[in-house]
């Protein structure tokens, strides 16, 4: 779906930075909105699933047991 987003956890990355979780939450909302960037009516929506998205995004990554690493 969204190619441009890198996997975010180890072994791909030894840690997923606030910046990286951002940019995966933009261009996953992006995405599914089929908006690059919101009209000014959009603008809190877009924003706040964007919010949302990397919100999920860090519990997920911060819940997963990745076997083989310390």
Known sequence: ????????RPPFIDAATEADVQAAALQYVRKVSGFRAPAAHNGAAFDHAV?????ATAELLAALEVRGQR
């Open 1 to 8: 779906m969204c190619r441009s987003i890198k996997t975010l």
């Open 51 to 55: 919010s949302e998205v990397a919100a």
